[in-house]
């Protein structure tokens, strides 16, 4: 365990569900990231949390809508997903300006 | 925007021996980090080694060393006396030092390193 811990490890959900996946850190961080990790791809950059406040949203779907309640959550909310949205979640945490992340276990998630 | 550049989709290695993973990226900024990532296949992105880009000496974890080379971009990552276990995709990666989007981890594509007994 890195001391950010998410939920569940595996998700299948239908085209019509709404899910929600959980990320928690007590690593004393302030900034929380969401990453998508598809095959063949780059990670990328979902969303951005400093101080429980959404700094960056690159151009992601409403279909994905990030909640962070206080330093230590955060939450990925999930509707009418689509089948390519299937791929690995990975949620992180850091220091704001310095150092590296410390990641999750992530979760993947299979749209069906 | 920065861009990070792995060329080595794969890499293998005989145990006990040493691979040199490649990097470079791009960046108009002066200050930043420079990292190595492992993922097993476990998923767990584990950090392997850091570098400030205002140090001029080459970090060094073990068995793992970079060689970082400022003016032409370049931060290759070293793995010495190879084991079973470093057997994982290798992400390089870079996050500015300061600046309104510090907070940004730009990874390359990834190397899948393999290790041969």
């Known amino acids: 365990e890195t001391g950010v811990t998410q939920t569940p490890r595996h998700l299948v959900m239908g085209m019509t569900n709404k899910k929600s996946l959980k990320c928690e850190q007590h690593?004393?961080?302030?900034?929380m990231y969401w990453y998508k990790q598809s095959a063949k791809k780059p990670l990328e950059l979902m969303f951005v949390?400093?101080?429980?406040?959404?700094?960056e949203n690159n151009s992601v779907p409403s279909r994905f809508s990030p909640e962070c309640p206080n330093s230590s959550h955060l939450f990925l909310h999930l509707h009418t997903l689509q089948p390519e949205d299937s791929a690995l979640y990975l949620c992180?945490?850091?220091?704001?300006?310095?150092?590296?992340?410390?990641f999750g276990s992530g979760t993947r998630l299979t749209v069906v | 925007a920065q861009t990070v550049t792995q060329s080595q989709p794969e890499m293998s290695v005989q145990e006990a021996e040493t691979v040199t993973l490649s990097c470079t990226y791009d960046?108009?900024?002066?200050?930043?980090?420079l990292f190595w990532y492992k993922q097993p296949p476990s998923r767990q992105m584990i950090l392997v080694i850091r570098?400030?880009?205002?140090?001029?000496q080459n970090a060094t974890e073990n068995r793992f060393s970079v060689n970082f080379q400022k003016a032409a971009k370049s931060f290759s990552l070293k793995i010495s006396d190879s084991q079973l276990g470093d057997a994982a995709m290798y992400f390089c990666?870079?996050?500015?030092?300061?600046?309104?989007?510090?907070?940004?981890?730009?990874f390359g594509k990834g190397t899948l390193l393999t290790v041969n007994p």
């Open positions: 992180a945490s850091s220091l704001r300006g310095s150092g590296g992340y410390t």
């Open positions: 690593l004393g961080h302030n900034a």
């Open positions: 949390y400093s101080l429980e406040e959404r700094v």
């Open positions: 960046t108009s900024e002066s200050d930043y980090y």
């Open positions: 570098q400030e880009a205002y140090k001029q």
């Open positions: 990666a870079y996050r500015a030092y300061s600046g309104g989007s510090n907070y940004k981890l730009t």
